[in-house]
């Protein structure tokens, strides 16, 4: 189903007869290179870890109103603050790595018409400083949409090089950057203590009951899943957050009858290979959405 960035706010939220939501979205009905071509800057291809302009849009339309202050503290190349601005929200993101400020800003310029490109920014900085970074907006976000770091290695894929013997990412794109400040970089108790900071920074930065989507994947380490999703869960609780759905982003097309499966060159030689050891393992078609509230927290 395309998404019309026009269309607010989405038609079910409109009309208590509409039919009730599904927590299964098909944002992958067109390729990921598709629902960019023509729109984002060419050099986006450069970022390794994209979320589908899709899934942030149907994000945004799920989930604030017009007029509503969007937020996105990971924001890479800016896809969920490009989408929120065509959606009329206002939108600002934050993201560590300054060249990909740089690009989220090319993005906003190319896409948004000039009283839409007011009302969205781009900020460099730390997301565990998301309420210091945003002001006096700090407080007043309605909706953090954000995709962490996965905790394991991101890079853009050479398949070329790497049927040839060689690497399979070039190094420059590995983990967003090559300064180990970057939370790419972190994992296990690296990674829990970091990703706490930064949903205790969410937490402060919304309004009272405001809403933080996630976007995560549960990856396979050494024939096991690795289950980000529940990490999330866990460490977004502690962090004053109400767990109050699971949306699954499919990322497969709906062909008739059939599912067709839109993996990485990457996913899909890991999964035949576990196969080959003996191992049952499935692609894995989708991205959890995971919805939480911010709960007012005692002593505040
Ligand atoms: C999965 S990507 C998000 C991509 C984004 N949703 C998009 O569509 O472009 C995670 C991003 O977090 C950024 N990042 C890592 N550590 C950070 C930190 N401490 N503060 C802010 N951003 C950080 C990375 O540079 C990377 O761009």
């Not at 979205?25 to 979320?51: E, F, I, L, N």
């Not at 767990?243 to 062909?255: C, D, G, K, S």
Request: hydrophobic content about 40%; proline content about 7%; some cysteine.
């Amino acid at each position: 189903m395309a998404i019309n960035p026009q269309t607010t706010p989405h038609p079910s939220l409109l009309s208590p007869s509409a039919p009730v939501p599904l927590a299964l979205w098909p944002v992958a009905q067109t390729s990921a290179q598709y629902q960019r071509a023509g729109r984002y800057h060419p050099d986006s291809a450069r970022h390794p870890g994209k979320m589908l302009p899709a899934l942030a849009a149907r994000i945004v339309c799920e989930y604030s109103a017009p007029g509503g202050l969007v937020c996105d503290p990971m924001s890479g190349i800016g896809t969920t603050i490009v989408e929120a601005g065509l959606l009329g929200r206002r939108a600002i993101g934050v993201e560590l790595e300054p060249a990909w400020v740089d690009l989220a800003r090319a993005n906003l310029d190319r896409l948004l018409e000039a009283d839409r490109r007011r009302l969205t920014e781009v900020r460099q900085g730390d997301a565990r400083r998301l309420p210091e970074i945003l002001g006096e907006n700090a407080g007043r976000v309605d909706l953090i949409v954000t995709s962490p770091p996965y905790a394991c290695d991101a890079g853009v894929i050479d398949r070329k090089a790497w049927v040839a013997g060689g690497r399979l990412c070039t190094t420059e794109t590995l983990n967003y950057s090559a300064d180990r400040a970057n939370l790419g970089h972190a994992r296990g108790p690296a990674y829990e203590a970091a990703m706490a900071g930064v949903y205790a920074a969410c937490h402060a930065a919304l309004r009272p009951g405001g809403l933080l989507v996630t976007v995560t994947k549960n990856m396979r380490r050494a024939g096991r899943c690795v289950d980000l999703a529940a990490l999330t869960v866990g460490l977004a609780r502690s962090a004053g957050f109400s767990y109050l759905q699971h949306v699954v982003a499919l990322h497969a097309a709906i062909r008739d009858s059939r599912l067709v499966a839109r993996p990485s060159f990457w996913q899909l030689t890991q999964t035949r290979k576990a196969r080959a050891r003996g191992e049952p393992a499935h692609l894995s078609v989708h991205e959890d959405v995971l919805v939480f509230q911010a709960r007012q927290l005692v002593g505040r």
